[in-house]
């Protein structure tokens, strides 16, 4: 026969480990903090998504997302994003970014209407939160968890940078288990 109390004893103990470990690597999170600066130059054109958190403004999306910045005269970023939607039709949806920080790694993004732009609380955080030297992989999120992306200048990422994208992602306290890879058929 069991000994109940040995039996209580160690799922408390088994209690205790797990939301110690839990409470470990949320605090070994911090808050999501975009780069000191990005040279806006460089980062200007195509970029593939290589994988998002899912969000309902992407719902339609099943594969070959893209985003294409463009600068503009007043320095403004012409947002332009594309996807394949299930039925094989490319979705788009335009916008602009303005600059939040000195830096430029902080910005405001507004898909309404030009008429519309002008609503409060009508535009996003885009935060380049981590990018590599040659401007060829970044990852863009916010100040809060909500929002995250994983871009590339190219369609494919390897598996080692991909993975090493994830853990910054992750330090920054994102679920990264829901991160969901983006098809690219290019």
């Known amino acids: 026969m069991k000994n109940p109390l040995k039996s209580i004893a160690t799922i408390s103990l088994m209690t205790f480990a797990a939301l110690t470990v839990s409470s470990v690597s949320q605090a070994e999170s911090i808050a999501p903090k975009a780069v000191e600066r990005i040279d806006v130059q460089q980062y200007m054109g195509k970029w593939y998504e290589i994988a998002h958190l899912p969000m309902y403004f992407q719902r ?3 594969g070959d997302t893209t ?5 503009n005269a007043d320095q403004s970023i012409t947002v332009l994003n594309r996807c394949r ?7 788009t949806a335009e916008g602009i970014a303005y600059a939040k920080n000195a830096g430029n790694s902080q910005l405001k993004v507004s898909f309404l209407p030009k008429g519309l732009r002008w609503l409060p609380f009508t535009k996003g955080d885009y935060w380049v939160l981590r990018i590599d030297p040659e401007y060829k992989v970044a990852l863009v999120g916010g100040p809060s968890n909500k929002y995250l992306w994983i871009l590339s200048k190219t369609p494919n990422l390897d598996q080692a940078t991909y993975q090493s994208y994830l853990e910054t992602a992750h330090q920054y306290g994102y679920d990264i288990s829901k991160v969901v890879k983006t098809p690219q058929s290019r």
């Open 60 to 62: 339609k999306c099943v």
């Open 67 to 71: 985003a294409q910045y463009s600068l």
């Open 85 to 91: 939607t299930a039925s094989g039709k490319m979705d």
